[in-house]
């Protein structure tokens, strides 16, 4: 059993940034990480994924939103840049294992964390 932990979400004002980590129970090289979004009303939208040095993105973040992960492999960061009112949502980080783009479907994601809120004021 994987268990995530999200920090790092609070508000800010359009064109500021934050930075979100998530901080994983288990070490495994093996496992792609990814972060999702969820808006009031709307589904869980996957963000950024990152797998053995493999990053992908959605479109509506790139050249804004970054995935990284710490030398020893326990925290993944998304550093968020330029943010939009349209950002606003609950921010999950997710696990899934021997995946290249664990980011592109929910539906498929082994292990979530509890959620992170960011609020983005015009």
């Known amino acids: 059993q994987v268990q995530l932990v999200e920090s790092g979400g609070g508000s800010v004002q359009a064109g500021g940034s934050l930075r979100l980590s998530c901080t994983s129970s288990?070490?495994?090289?093996?496992?792609?990480m990814g972060w999702f979004r969820q808006a009031p009303g709307k589904a869980r939208e996957g963000l950024a994924s990152?797998?053995?040095?493999?990053?992908a993105y959605a479109d509506s973040v790139k050249g804004r939103f970054t995935i990284s992960q710490d030398n020893g492999k326990r925290t993944v960061y998304l550093q968020m840049d330029n943010l939009k009112p349209e950002d606003t949502g609950t921010y999950y980080c997710?696990?899934?294992?021997?995946?290249?783009?664990?980011?592109?479907?929910?539906?498929?994601?082994?292990?979530w964390g509890q959620g992170t809120q960011v609020t983005v004021s015009s």
């Open positions: 997710a696990a899934q294992l021997l995946s290249a783009d664990c980011a592109r479907d929910a539906a498929n994601v082994g292990f």
């Open positions: 288990s070490i495994s090289t093996y496992y792609c």
């Open positions: 990152l797998y053995r040095g493999i990053t």
